[in-house]
């Protein structure tokens, strides 16, 4: 399950993503699950709702909000989370009351934040397992191309999102 689809089903229907998509591969294919789960919910993406969290040097910067507040934000990680949840904190809103949040990866950040954060934990030995075959197989055979493989994830459910209107699919 997709970040978004959790804050869809939980009635978010204004959930903007943070993430420079031209920082990492990984960070442009969060992105790209963000913009899928909004197609697969039959909404439309808006250019208002997408955020950047660094400049082009992968340096983090002031996060600059839509005039419009939106109801939930999907983080390309737990560190960016943590570094919104601080940040809307400092702000005067509340999280999960004003505006739900999810991150990714399940790390340290994941715990620290307060509230702590909803997140999508990445299989790590699953990935290192299958980098490992995909490198053994390459050296195997040189002329083989390599693809790109999809690791599963799973929802640490915590209390970084509110149910405005819960939706059953």
Excluded: W
């Amino acid at each position: 399950m997709k970040s978004p689809t959790i804050l869809i089903q939980c009635g978010h229907r204004d959930i903007a993503y943070m993430g420079n998509i031209y920082s990492t591969s990984s960070i442009q294919d969060r992105d790209l699950g963000y913009y899928k789960s909004l197609l697969e919910h039959g909404m439309v993406f808006e250019d208002r709702l997408l955020l950047n969290d660094r400049d082009e040097h992968g340096r983090y910067i002031d996060i600059v909000f839509p005039e419009k507040m939106p109801t939930a934000f999907v983080c390309n990680c737990d560190q960016v989370a943590y570094i919104l949840c601080e940040r809307l904190n400092a702000m005067g809103y509340r999280v999960p009351d004003d505006c739900s949040v999810v991150g990714f990866d399940n790390d340290v950040y994941a715990t620290l934040s307060t509230p702590q954060l909803t997140t999508v934990e990445v299989d790590i030995v699953q990935m290192a397992r299958m980098a490992v075959k995909t490198i053994m197989d390459k050296v195997a055979n040189p002329s083989r191309h390599i693809v790109r493989v999809l690791v599963h994830g799973k929802i640490i459910y915590r209390d970084s999102v509110k149910t405005i209107n819960k939706q059953f699919f």
